[in-house]
């Protein structure tokens, strides 16, 4: 699978850390700079003056970002089919390090789901569900998102395909906290830099917001292939492959 990323959260303003500072040589109160999703970062410029004299200092470079234009990731998934209509589903992907600077990446993915159709047999041509499922992705110590969802799910089947859609409601909550440090000039003893430590926090919180989802299923005895494409503020690409009893 993978969630794409889309422009407005690749970008964010962020303040000047020494503003209310008795020491603030940097000119700007506040710049566009790039999130972790982004390329680069932006730069505060500033003038301070030595034995009276205007000198430029280094400007205060936030850190660049990783230029990602989505999340790909690959997690087994499993369903369990129970009584009276209803399936749990269980996706998972323990924590690996997929890279030394982003980190460890894991995912978990909890669901039920159950059968709407069963009541009314012979009347609705189609297979009817509903489904609730909770996701949680962690990014190494970088990035964390949780998401909640409730979705109305159709389907039919054609000898060996299944055609299936859905509508649903989603939410979802995005973090992306981290820390660099920053040398910069001290006029009070130019041969030792002032070092300082720049928290930078991106919270973001979507409104509730609707989804709707198309796909595929090919059945070849136990096996099945399918491909679906999710429509939502993080819009979501899947494929995949397993075994069905």
Same mark, same amino acid.
């Given at each position: 699978?993978?969630?794409?990323v ?5 970008s ?7 503003? %209310?500072d ?5 000119? /700007?109160? /506040?710049?566009?700079?790039?999130t ?11 003038v301070? =003056?030595?034995?009276? $004299? ?11 970002g990783?230029?990602?234009a %989505?999340?790909?990731? $690959?997690?087994?998934?499993? &369903?369990? %089919?129970?009584?009276f209509?209803? /399936?749990v589903?269980?996706? @998972? ?5 997929v ?19 069963? @009541?009314?047999?012979? !009347? ?5 569900a ?7 992705l962690e $990014?190494? /110590? ?7 969802? &409730?979705?109305a ?6 000898? !060996?395909?299944?055609? @299936? ?9 995005f *973090? ?7 040398e ?6 130019p ?7 720049i928290? $930078?926090?991106? =919270?973001? =919180? ?5 989804? &709707?989802?198309?796909?595929?299923? *090919?059945?070849? *005895?136990?096996?099945? *292939?399918y %491909?679906?494409y ?16």
């Amino acid at each position: 699978m993978t969630t794409f990323v889309p422009d407005e959260d690749k970008s964010f303003n962020v303040t000047n850390p020494f503003i %209310g500072d008795t020491f603030n040589p940097y000119q /700007e109160n /506040e710049i566009e700079t790039a999130t972790i999703f982004g390329t680069d970062g932006g730069s505060f410029t500033g003038v301070t =003056e030595v034995n009276g $004299v205007p000198v430029s200092i280094d400007p205060l470079k936030m850190p660049d970002g990783l230029d990602l234009a %989505g999340l790909p990731l $690959v997690m087994p998934q499993f &369903a369990l %089919g129970l009584p009276f209509g209803n /399936e749990v589903q269980l996706r @998972y992907f323990p924590k690996t390090e997929v890279d030394k600077e982003i980190g460890d990446v894991g995912f978990l993915g909890i669901g039920v789901k159950h059968s709407i159709d069963q @009541y009314f047999p012979g !009347i609705i041509p189609i297979d009817v569900a509903i489904q609730g499922f909770y996701q949680k992705l962690e $990014v190494g /110590e970088l990035i964390e998102i949780k998401s909640l969802a &409730a979705n109305a799910q159709l389907s039919k089947k054609f000898l !060996i395909f299944t055609f @299936y859609g859905g509508l649903g409601w989603e939410k979802t909550d995005f *973090l992306a906290e981290y820390k660099f440090t920053k040398e910069t000039f001290n006029p009070s003893n130019p041969a030792v830099p002032i070092v300082t430590e720049i928290p $930078v926090k991106l =919270e973001l =919180e979507s409104d509730n917001s609707m989804k &709707a989802t198309v796909g595929m299923r *090919l059945s070849l *005895l136990f096996l099945k *292939l399918y %491909g679906d494409y999710s429509f939502a503020k993080y819009n979501t690409a899947n494929v995949g492959i397993g075994l069905g009893f």
